[in-house]
């Protein structure tokens, strides 16, 4: 397994829920779509979900609802993703 691909799918995931605190579903596919590309453990698919739903809520009503943040939460698990999803959550 090739760890630098790995940190590069983590930096991606980061962009991506940076995007949705920034209110930019756009940016937040193709940074979720880059980190599941380079994930080589299967440890954000189930965030690729939450972040298009995310992304799918902004543009339909320019917001995301609690419960759409707390599955993005609960699709890092607790660390330092979870924390940039609070922080995002504002």
């Known amino acids: 397994m090739d760890g630098n691909r790995q940190r590069q799918a983590l930096t991606a995931a980061e962009r991506a829920i940076e995007a949705l605190g920034r209110r930019d579903p756009a940016g937040a596919r193709m940074a979720v779509a880059a980190a599941v590309e380079r994930d080589q453990i299967?440890?954000?698919?189930?965030?690729?979900?939450?972040?298009?739903?995310?992304?799918?809520q902004l543009e339909a009503d320019g917001e995301i609802t609690e419960a759409t943040w707390n599955q993005l939460a609960d699709a890092v698990g607790p660390g330092p993703l979870q924390a940039l999803v609070e922080q995002m959550r504002g």
């Open 42 to 56: 299967g440890a954000f698919a189930r965030l690729a979900d939450a972040v298009y739903l995310a992304a799918s």
